[in-house]
């Protein structure tokens, strides 16, 4: 009697995009990736994926309980669809740019953001950060496979941004930065009261 193969979650999560979009129904990949191995959920959910991760995760488990039964895979359920911004909506306040997990949303608070329709996984988590409701449907941008390698890489260097900025800084950066910051203030003080020559330097 032969053995069934086992699939482990980390092989699925090789082959998931790692977009963290929740367009699956789950919270991320990793929980979709279990329910894969549980067979609890079908392998053609992942709308970032398409039909491409779809294939790859039906090969993988050719032959191995839970998916022994799943047959050839369908299109996602969602199709992969992006989103562009309205700028005669956008207001700038920057509230979209935290939540998208794959920093597919160019600017800055103050200024006009764009969507970088390549990057997008069509998640739609902005509209609900969006105070204006600027972000509108990307017509033409809708794609049955995206570049996966693209969502992983951008997902994993928002994560490295995010973990440098929460990083303390050390006790040579962060004395360098008060100098710096009172060296400032005071030319500040300086020109609006009009001093010659600048003060005494504070040690």
């Given at each position: 009697?032969?053995q069934?193969p086992?699939?482990?979650?980390q092989?699925i999560m090789?082959?998931?995009p790692q977009?963290q979009?929740g367009?699956?129904?789950f ?7 279990r329910a894969?191995v549980?067979?609890e959920?079908?392998p053609d959910?992942?709308a970032?994926g398409?039909m491409t991760?779809?294939?790859a995760?039906?090969?993988?488990h050719a032959?191995?309980?839970?998916m022994?039964?799943?047959?050839a895979?369908?299109?996602a359920q969602r199709?992969?669809e992006?989103l562009?911004?309205?700028v005669?909506?956008?207001i700038?306040?920057?509230?979209c ?7 597919a ?18 998640c739609?988590l902005?509209l609900a ?6 972000f509108v449907?990307a017509?033409?941008?809708?794609r049955?496979?995206?570049a ?5 890489y ?10 440098r900025?929460l990083r303390?800084?050390s006790?040579?950066?962060a004395?360098?930065?008060k100098?710096?910051?009172?060296t ?20």
């Open positions: 009697m032969s069934r086992v699939i482990s979650i092989s090789r082959i998931l977009s979009c367009q699956c129904g919270a991320g990949c990793w929980p979709y990736a894969i549980r067979g959920a079908p959910l992942c970032p398409g991760t779809a294939t995760l039906a090969a993988l032959g191995s309980g839970p022994a039964h799943a047959g895979p369908k299109p199709p992969l992006t562009g911004i309205n005669h909506e956008c700038g306040c920057g509230r740019l935290p939540v998208c997990p794959v920093d949303i160019a600017g800055a608070v103050g200024f006009l953001h764009a969507v970088l329709a390549d990057s997008c996984t069509g739609q902005c950060a969006c105070p204006a409701d600027s449907p017509p033409g941008e809708c049955a496979c995206a996966t390698a693209r969502y992983r951008r997902y994993a260097r928002k994560r490295r941004r995010l973990a900025a303390p800084e006790r040579r950066v004395t360098a930065r100098q710096r910051e009172i400032e203030a005071l030319e500040r003080v300086r020109k609006r009261r009009g001093w010659q020559a600048a003060p005494p330097t504070l040690e």
